[in-house]
């Protein structure tokens, strides 16, 4: 079975700084994504940033990026010049890229984030 | 704009009766997924279907039913609700091999 470990429940950053969010994996598959979803308090759950596990190059998209390490099983997410919008709960979730009809999502525990002013 | 719906957005029923939360998308996805979501917890899968073809997973409560009638609506039966039942339940979609889902706000139970 697939699991999900975030090991930083809360964390705190300034406006315009940088923060590293944590995440690690454990799976025997090769062939799978990985994501960060951030819920803000409206509590309607939004996606941030994909990675599919045969791609070595990390992705981005704008102010976030990922760090993937697939050896490691590890897969952190930067959040640049950090804004006050960011402050949400974030998870790291995985699902295995099969052709048949198993694409269950695994969620993490999630860290919350809050952006101070 | 194509979406996924969830209806009502709140939701209170009496302990023991039978309460329906309801889900829809126009995105024509194939994976349809059930979360139950507790304050300050991580989502956990109750069941999904790919197409007409349902999962569950093996911790899912028996009180717990879903169907799926067509590709664009999926509901989710609660037959006699707990108090350990209130949560958020999250509906979400996906089409098989593009891994991304996309999510509805959630319809917030409370049980009483």
């Known amino acids: 079975a697939q699991t999900v470990t975030q090991s930083q429940p809360e964390m705190s950053v300034q406006e315009a700084e940088t923060v590293t969010l944590s995440c690690t994996y454990d799976?025997?598959?090769?062939?799978?994504?990985l994501f960060w979803y951030k819920q803000p308090p409206s509590r309607q759950m939004i996606l941030v940033i994909r990675?599919?596990?045969?791609?070595?190059q990390n992705a981005t998209e704008n102010r976030f990026s990922v760090n993937f390490q697939k050896a490691a099983k590890s897969f952190s997410l930067k959040i640049s010049d950090s804004q006050l919008g960011d402050t949400a709960m974030y998870f790291c979730a995985f699902m295995k890229n099969y052709g048949g009809a198993t694409n269950k999502l695994i969620f993490g525990t999630g860290t919350l984030l809050a952006v101070q002013p | 704009d194509a979406m996924v719906i969830q209806n009502p957005r709140y939701q209170v029923t009496q302990f023991g009766k039978p309460v329906t939360l309801s889900c829809s998308q126009t995105l024509n996805h194939n994976v349809m997924y059930w979360y139950q979501q507790k304050s300050s917890q991580a989502p956990k899968l109750l069941f999904h279907?790919?197409?007409?073809?349902?999962?569950n997973e093996a911790d899912t409560p028996d009180n717990f039913q879903s169907r799926r009638p067509n590709t664009s609506f999926c509901f989710l039966d609660i037959r006699s609700p707990g108090l350990g039942d209130a949560a958020m339940y999250l509906c979400?979609?996906?089409?098989?091999?593009?891994?991304?889902?996309?999510f509805g706000q959630g319809t917030r139970l409370t049980v009483v």
């Open positions: 990675q599919e596990a045969y791609k070595q």
């Open positions: 279907y790919y197409d007409k073809d349902f999962n």
């Open positions: 979400a979609t996906s089409r098989l091999g593009t891994g991304e889902a996309f």
């Open positions: 799976t025997s598959e090769n062939n799978y994504y």
